[in-house]
Each structure stands twice: as C-alpha cells, then as structure tokens.
C-alpha cells in the first residue's frame, strides 16, 4: 500500500466530509463555481506520524481519524488542532465506526475492536474474536455492531459485552465493507468481488 495510494483515499474522504455538512465553510462550492476551477484546503490537520486510513465525522466541528501508528485522532474543525488521542491498539488501525451515548468502535490489525469513551478517551471494551486483521465495522443498531475481517467472516456483538453472538460465513476473501440495510439486515462486499445480502 503506497503512500500516495492512502494519500489519495484521504483526499477523497475529505471531500466526503465536506459533502457531510461541513460546506458552510467553504466560500466556493462546485454549485456556483466554474467549469475547471481549483481549490485549495481551508485547514491542515496534521499530528499522525503514519498514513491516514479513515475519517469518521461527529458532528460539523468535530471528526476521528485513524493511522497505521495504531492510534485515533479526535479534531476539531474550527480551531484546527488534535483534541484527544486514543492509543490502545497494538497495530494499524483501520475501521471507525459511531456507537450510541458519547461512544465509538474502532477496528485494528491487531484482530481487536476497541470501544472508547469519546471524551474522557478511556478504552471501555476489547472485543476479540477474529482470526485476522478487522477491516470494517457497522452499527447495526443501538444495541448491536458488525465486524468485518481479513478471516472472511463477519461478525455480531452486543455493544455491553464482549462475547461474538453470531459469524456470518460465506465470503472467500477480505470482508472490505458492511453497510446495515434496514431493520436487522445489512450488506457486505468483500474482496472476493461480490457483495451479499444478510
């Protein structure tokens, strides 16, 4: 995985956010400039000493970020700086995902998921389960998450405990993306090439 690829995938998740609620801050959109116009980032945010891999946006002032220097950023947009940094894990970090009540997961090649206290930046819960490194993580629902890994399976946990309730089987290769669909069901694309409906 080259620099520049993850440089890339930054890029293109900071334009996500900004699509999330955060043009307001932009004076020109692509809406109302012209054909072949450039921009230029209104802030910087820099402190992670290894590649970016994710972005997961709380609110319109503030956003988690996740490294290969195994750690999570939480930032602020208006004043630019790192407000909390989460360590715990003992490898990359690649999946975020948003709980309920000032909670969130993250995802690690460490086979952990993590579940931290989002303002004191305390880990509350390590689940354990998987064989290979997690990928990907949903919220399924306020109670319930979903984990996806290199091991091919997925899996369900309880947000309180830390006991896998139930592996979904059926992916031949590295489950890259879980997205819930609807009342209890979800889908999973993989890098066997397919997607499948659970």
Do not use: Y
Not at 108 to 124: G, Y
Not at 163 to 183: M, Q
């Amino acid at each position: 995985k080259p620099p520049d690829r993850v440089g890339g995938r930054f890029h293109k998740m900071w334009d996500d956010v900004s699509s999330m609620g955060l043009q307001s801050k932009i004076d020109a959109t692509p809406q109302n400039s012209k054909k072949g116009s450039t921009f230029e980032p209104i802030k910087k945010f820099q402190g992670h000493s290894a590649p970016v891999t994710q972005i997961l946006v709380i609110n319109q002032n503030r956003f988690l970020s996740s490294s290969w220097d195994k750690t999570i950023r939480l930032w602020d947009i208006d004043g630019g700086e790192c407000l909390r940094v989460f360590q715990g894990h003992g490898d990359w970090v690649h999946s975020l995902c948003m709980g309920s009540n000032g909670h969130f997961f993250s995802g690690s090649d460490d086979r952990t998921i993590k579940m931290w206290n989002l303002e004191s930046a305390d880990c509350v819960l390590t689940f354990r389960g998987h064989s290979s490194f997690v990928k990907s993580l949903a919220l399924l629902n306020s109670n319930h998450f979903l984990s996806g890994s290199r091991d091919r399976t997925i899996k369900l946990w309880m947000v309180g405990l830390d006991d896998c309730l139930s592996t979904f089987e059926g992916h031949a290769d590295i489950i890259s993306s879980i997205v819930p669909f609807g009342r209890n069901r979800f889908v999973s694309g993989s890098h066997d090439k397919t997607m499948k409906f659970w």
